[in-house]
């Protein structure tokens, strides 16, 4: 009985890792088609039925092409990085809150924490071991950036885990039956957002790849296979931080079609947000965390232990 249900949840989880690359590959095609309807022009529309088949070319073309590096890059740490980018943005789904033969975390969001600290090294990693001043020092914009917000993300979270009383997603879902968690931490969620755009790398907070000073930063000297597992991390992870927001503050029922109308309406946010605004200032960006953000959400966590406190006084 054991091995069937061994069997049964590596199927699963397989089956879960498929369905979140079709999705990135058709997140790659959503927003190509958005930024072009924002920029008055088509997006994709040669390949196939109004260029549906667009990201499998270009997944063929990526992958089939020639492997480069540079003679002077730590090839082993240079090559391995973006595997293990991917590898950990895959890993992540774990903590979705299936019923059936998937894992049922109760840790499910330290868990996460964990992933998404671990990603900063992959980034840094990447930048160290190409021997490039641009990917450099992209790498390290990359590393400052993702920790600092990664602080005030752990305690926006912590508000929600001591006013649910969980760290398990499953409970956030029951929780949010009647009233969705948006409706008491409206602010929260505004800075949840924002600082998912930041630890996503995503415009405007998109200082790890700013073409315009820095080329391509800590991806310049990726080509073909090493550029496209890097670029499938960065859309499984906004794949990812749409589904924990719907499920956090949405009212997540994993199993209505609402819920997936939700995540894709936080996906279209993504995209909107990289048509319309310009890139933040650097020093904006890490005072817009440390003075901003922070004293929000120590004061959000602080509401919610009192409030936490005094209902169980009054009960």
Do not use: H
């Not at 990664?150 to 912590?158: C, D, G, N, Q, T």
């Not at 602010?187 to 315009?212: I, K, Y």
């Not at 209505?256 to 020093?283: A, C, E, N, Q």
């Amino acid at each position: 009985m054991g091995y069937k249900n061994l069997l049964m949840s590596i199927l699963s989880m397989l089956m879960l890792v498929i369905c979140v690359l079709v999705g990135v590959a058709f997140l790659t095609l959503l927003e190509r088609k958005v930024l072009g309807y924002i920029q008055i022009r088509k997006g994709p529309n040669k390949v196939g039925f109004m260029g549906i088949l667009q990201p499998f070319c270009d997944a063929i073309k990526l992958f089939t092409k020639e492997q480069i590096y540079p003679t002077l890059s730590n090839y082993m740490s240079y090559y391995l990085s973006p595997v293990f980018s991917l590898f950990l943005s895959l890993l992540i789904w774990m903590i979705m809150p299936y019923s059936m033969n998937l894992f049922n975390f109760n840790l499910g969001l330290l868990f996460f924490l964990c992933c998404t600290s671990m990603g900063v090294y992959t980034v840094m990693i990447a930048g160290w071991s190409s021997n490039s001043n641009y990917a450099l020092l992209g790498g390290l914009r990359a590393v400052a950036q993702t920790i600092s917000y990664e602080v005030s993300m752990a305690l926006l979270l912590l508000s929600l885990i001591i006013l649910v009383g969980s760290y398990n997603l499953m409970d956030f879902m029951i929780y949010q039956t009647n009233i969705w968690l948006m409706m008491m931490t409206l602010p929260l969620m505004m800075c949840w957002f924002s600082s998912v755009l930041a630890e996503t790398n995503r415009t405007p907070f998109d200082f790890a790849e700013g073409e315009s000073e820095l080329v391509s930063g800590f991806n310049v000297e990726y080509s073909s296979g090493g550029f496209a597992l890097i670029f499938m991390s960065e859309y499984a992870s906004i794949l990812f931080m749409s589904m924990l927001f719907s499920m956090l503050f949405l009212g997540g029922d994993i199993f209505s079609f609402m819920f997936y109308l939700k995540m894709i309406f936080i996906m279209f946010m993504f995209i909107w947000v990289r048509g319309t605004l310009p890139r933040y200032r650097y020093d904006k960006l890490m005072y817009l965390c440390w003075k901003s953000y922070l004293p929000v959400s120590l004061n959000f966590l602080m509401f919610f232990i009192g409030y936490k406190i005094f209902l169980f006084i009054l009960l």
